[in-house]
């Protein structure tokens, strides 16, 4: 499978939500798996639980991780010679991209769930991620 192939597969893989793909096709195969997020019981909330991942609070101090969403290498630049894509105190809003993640030799835009100011960057350039690892701290 040529590399374009897997990036528009990667993304259908995304787009549709799927947790788990396996495709097969002679000797090559190629298997997508996503865990779900975790679920917590917030006892000031109505619903007994919240997605960790979408939790939205009505507090503005609410420190919330931008997650890696797939295993990789987490790049903070687009290019060893660029700025990084943010910096701690840097104003970040939903849908900006904080980073890139090399996996099988293709580059994908990490993106913030959420607008706020990063407090941290918690994982160093070119190194290697897991699914669902904290990468960056945003204070809401």
Known sequence: MKIPDLDELI???????L????IR??????ILKKELPVE?????????????TSQESTSTN????????FVG?????PSPQEEPFVKVGD?????????IIEAMKMMTEVKADTS????????ANENPVEYGEALIAIKK
């Open 91 to 99: 104003q970040v809003k939903k849908g900006q991209v904080v980073g």
């Open 62 to 69: 609410k420190n919330i991780t931008i997650d890696a969403p």
């Open 11 to 17: 993304n259908k893989f995304q787009d549709a939500g």
């Open 25 to 30: 096709n002679g000797d090559e195969e190629v």
């Open 40 to 52: 917590i019981s917030t006892p000031s909330s109505n619903t007994s639980s919240q997605s960790v």
């Open 73 to 77: 290498t987490f790049y903070t630049s």
């Open 19 to 22: 947790t788990h793909l396996e």
């Open 116 to 123: 706020g100011t990063v407090t941290d960057i918690l994982v």
